[in-house]
DNA sequence: TTAATTATACGAATTTTTTCGTTGACTATA
DNA sequence: TATAGTCAACGAAAAAATTCGTATAATTAA
């Protein structure tokens, strides 16, 4: 017995659409070497992933060629805010305020980032 | 075969912490019933969940009265910043401004966060 | 004190996630 | 065309995450 059903993408699914959404449609392969960076993993493992991503509808796939190409089949968008959002009720008692405060210390922000913020607070306050 | 090592707390155990940061050290029944609001869970296995997390140190465990007190082993400050991390590099390709543009649209944040967000850049922007 | 209630301990079953080996098809090239 | 290299399909499995049933101990109420 185990999980019941809801819940998004699990955390190699994210990380194989991450690295759809940025490099675009992809082979396995190259999704494989993208992974590869941070910790290796075997091609048919990422294969694998990559065709039940296929069957979930995360993913879709253009196999007319013999090298199979996949690109996301779910918004950048959606998902992030999905995947945000659960975040933010889970672990920040749903603070965005908290959630922002770590971000900006998880990593070094540049200037000019930190002014497109801003801009982006003004907005929103823009009412 | 699976995972090899690292990743931090899972999705459950993770929202556990949660609970425990936000209202300080809990029995299993208290940590039951506020997971209850979300998504039932059955007695038992909320308690074999957090007796896991005791053998991982993910919490520590008063069991001198009848009724055993968990409270967090891990600092809410670190296991955030790490979570995020991880969040920002995988779904978000390190861009901090991305997740907080994501941060605030999954949720309305009211004007007083804003502000306090605001205040914050400021600081982080030194002077 | 006995019965009912509430808790924890254990063990095990289920699901899900992750990882690969093997096989056979397809491609480019010697 | 033979050969080596690349790729997807499959099936199996290990590992991890979840979920509970059952047994037993402690506590409380009658």
Redesign the pocket.
């Known amino acids: 017995?185990?999980?019941?059903?809801v819940?998004g993408p699990?955390?190699?699914?994210l990380t194989i659409l991450g690295i759809l959404w940025n490099n675009g449609p992809s082979?396995?392969?190259q999704v494989n070497e993208e992974m590869g960076k941070q910790?290796r993993?075997?091609?048919?493992?990422t294969?694998?992933?990559m065709?039940?991503m296929t069957e979930k509808g995360l993913v879709v796939r253009d196999?007319s060629?013999?090298?199979?190409v996949y690109k996301p089949a779910v918004s950048e968008e959606n998902t992030q805010k999905q995947v945000v959002g659960n975040l933010l009720e889970k672990v920040f008692s749903g603070s965005a305020e908290k959630l922002v405060m770590r971000a900006l210390s998880a990593k070094k922000v540049s200037a000019k980032e930190l002014a497109k913020i801003r801009k982006m607070l003004d907005e929103m306050e823009g009412k």
């Open positions: 017995m185990a999980r019941q059903k819940s699990t955390d190699k699914e082979t396995v392969r910790e993993t075997g091609y048919t493992t294969l694998k992933l065709q039940i196999d060629k013999f090298q199979h």
